[in-house]
């Protein structure tokens, strides 16, 4: 019980890190529920995200709650991990580099009954930070506007999870989690003329939620040593039990009179329904090669904004599109019971496409392209030699017409504990 109780103090901690920081500086996070996460682990992010087939007794792939029956009796295994990221922002001739740091998740696994693995942990669902400004002129004359826009904010959830094998090779699980955050979008325009006034407009919403995730895997070994295994996920799309609100504030800076406007939306943000199916092939304990598919259906939701045509604040059905993701990547080993340190480590790579899940002014949003690689380095000691470093680098692209354009390069530690928390001591 000490145990478990310390697992949870280190969630706790991870749960306070994420609330802490965005995450992010795009400008692309100001629309919908932000930049969306991919909740790759340390694992997998190297393989270009892939989840789906994936199941092994030394990993948590919380993404496909399935894969947890394969968790064995003796182990405890807790998964933490933190990135930063270098981004360019180009825009015509303009450039601009920042750089973020960020906790990325913490997982935990562990069995309760054969064949049957619990997991908790949190992780993030979406990022909101940026921060820019514009100055216009008005018609011919001297008097200028300037625009500011800033934002903060993300979703998060924290899980409970549940995976067990029914019969030989096929596995089930499910997660359900608390869904939670807040958004926060601001908008102001400032005038050169002393005696126009100042308008605000603020756009936010306070969230807390559930989520259900559901996940299957069967396994079939070929030969004596090749493994072949199929995965499927779905996600239960629904309402997010928030009212998005608008408060408009006019300040008349002559005589600083203030006055306020505002509207809200009753129950008017939601997330989609999600599906997604892979394989992964294992070849003689050594390679490991996935191709994942998932599709969000965000085409069936509606988006609180304000209409052009009326100036009312109101739902949108035009504003989102279906996402579409596809990965791919690989896993190799050269001896994972070698003695020679090199022989031992994991080696890594992966790719994957996004199409866009918004509309910005109409036209699609930021498709993402990106390309990883990575390595997953043991730990050996007199006591454990299960634990792992992962390393991955990315490399991913997104970009739009006539938007901006972002290359981001994010480093991600990824640490895994795997200790024999269960194991029965036993004295000469």
Do not use: C
């Not at 926060?184 to 559930?210: C, M």
């Not at 480093?411 to 024999?420: A, C, P, Q, Y």
């Amino acid at each position: 019980m000490k145990k478990l109780l310390l697992s949870g103090l280190l969630l706790g901690f991870g749960v306070m890190s994420m609330m802490a920081q965005s995450g992010t500086k795009s400008p692309y996070s100001q629309y919908g529920l932000g930049v969306l996460s991919d909740q790759s682990q340390g694992f997998n992010r190297a393989m270009g995200g892939v989840f789906q087939g994936f199941r092994s007794g030394n990993q948590v792939n919380m993404q496909n709650p399935a894969s947890y029956s394969a968790v064995d009796s003796l182990s405890m295994i807790f998964d933490l991990g933190v990135s930063g990221t270098l981004t360019n922002f180009k825009e015509g001739d303009a450039k601009v580099n920042a750089k973020t740091a960020n906790f990325e998740y913490a997982t935990a696994l562990f069995r309760v009954l054969p064949k049957f693995g619990v997991s908790i942990g949190i992780v993030p669902y979406s990022n909101i930070g940026y921060s820019y400004s514009t100055t216009q002129k008005i018609g011919t004359s001297t008097t200028t506007s300037t625009f500011s826009f800033d934002g903060e904010g993300g979703l998060h959830q924290a899980y409970l999870g549940l995976g067990f094998e029914v019969f030989k090779g096929l596995s089930l699980g499910a997660n359900i989690s608390y869904f939670w955050g807040s958004m926060e979008r601001n908008i102001i325009v400032a005038s050169s003329d002393a005696y126009v006034k100042t308008l605000a407009k603020q756009y936010g919403a306070d969230i807390s939620s559930y989520k259900l995730d559901f996940g299957a895997q069967y396994q079939h070994k070929i030969g004596k040593n090749d493994l072949l295994t199929v995965g499927a996920t779905f996600g239960l799309g629904h309402k997010l039990n928030a009212d998005p609100y608008l408060l408009v504030t006019n300040t008349d800076t002559q005589t600083g009179v203030v006055a306020l406007a505002g509207d809200s939306i009753q129950n008017g943000l939601s997330i989609p329904m999600t599906i997604g199916a892979g394989v992964a092939y294992t070849l003689n304990k050594k390679l490991t090669v996935g191709v994942d598919y998932q599709l969000q259906r965000w085409s069936k939701e509606s988006y609180p904004v304000v209409d052009e045509t009326n100036n009312k604040f109101q739902l949108s059905d035009n504003y989102f599109k279906d996402m579409h993701k596809l990965a791919i990547g690989a896993d190799w080993v050269p001896s994972a019971m070698s003695r020679r340190f090199l022989s031992r480590v994991h080696y890594r790579i992966g790719a994957s496409y996004t199409t866009p899940y918004l509309k910005i002014k109409g036209q699609d949003g930021p498709k993402e392209m990106t390309v990883s690689a990575g390595f997953g380095i043991p730990l050996v000691n007199a006591w454990n030699n299960r634990s792992v470093l992962n390393v991955s680098f990315q490399w991913t692209n997104m970009s739009a017409k006539n938007l901006v354009t972002e290359n981001q390069f994010r480093v991600t530690i990824g640490l895994t504990f795997n200790e024999r928390w269960f194991a029965k001591w036993k004295v000469d």
